[in-house]
């Protein structure tokens, strides 16, 4: 079975720096997606940035950026020059290719704090 | 941008009560999906359902829970008699299914049973 892990339950980082989120997972297959998702207080689930495991190239948005280490089964998301709209629950999730339409799984989340 | 609407934004039932949570899909997306979010836990599947059937689901969808897709617009997700644990928030999302296509999701309804 797939899991997601995010050990860290709370972050927190100064307006304008920069700060990394950790997320870790377990599979057996070799393509898949993995993703971030941003939760404000107001609960909506915004997609940050989408990573297909067969591609080596870390994925950028803008201030977004990942690191994905495939043999680690590592998946951290990297925020650039924080703002303090970044505040949010995050999300690592995980979705296998092989079939269209896969569900989700993902990790128990990351709080993130900015403060100005 | 077309998306994901749900409604309502928020609904409180009584214990044992039947509660229908509603989405609109974006209209060519051909997966739909619910999950379920407990205050203060991680996003989990409930179910997914294409052609018109159910394609997967979660053992938190036991018999109390039931989905319809009743009119090719509208996709519900129904809790027979409702339980304290069902308060959560209930997501529904959807997606064209293509290996490029992102998971859209709905802003969420929040049901508290009381």
């Known amino acids: 079975a797939q899991t997601v892990t995010q050990s860290q339950p709370e972050m927190s980082v100064q307006e304008a720096e920069t700060v990394t989120l950790s997320c870790t997972y377990d599979?057996?297959?070799?393509?898949?997606?993995l993703f971030w998702y941003k939760q404000p207080p107001s609960r909506q689930m915004i997609l940050v940035i989408r990573q297909e495991a067969y591609k080596q190239q870390n994925a950028t948005e803008n201030r977004f950026s990942v690191n994905f280490q495939k043999a680690a089964k590592s998946f951290s998301l990297k925020i650039s020059d924080s703002q303090l709209g970044d505040a949010a629950m995050y999300f690592c999730?995980?979705?296998?290719?092989?079939?269209?339409?896969?569900?989700?799984?993902f990790g128990e989340g990351t709080q993130l704090t900015v403060n100005p | 941008e077309p998306e994901v609407t749900q409604t309502p934004s928020h609904q409180v039932t009584q214990m044992g009560q039947e509660v229908i949570l509603r989405c609109v899909p974006i209209s060519n997306h051909l997966y739909f999906y619910w999950y379920r979010q407990i205050l203060g836990q991680k996003v989990e599947f409930l179910v997914s359902f294409y052609n018109n059937e159910i394609s997967e689901k979660s053992e938190i969808f036991d018999d109390q829970f039931s989905v319809e897709r009743p009119d090719g617009s509208n996709f519900t997700l129904k809790i027979r008699s409702t339980k304290l644990e069902d308060s959560a928030m209930y997501f529904c999302?959807?997606?064209?299914?293509?290996?490029?296509?992102?998971?859209?999701f709905g802003n969420g309804t929040r049901l508290t049973v009381t």
């Open positions: 599979t057996s297959e070799s393509d898949y997606y």
């Open positions: 999302a959807s997606t064209l299914g293509t290996a490029n296509s992102p998971l859209h």
């Open positions: 999730a995980y979705t296998p290719i092989e079939t269209s339409g896969s569900r989700l799984t």
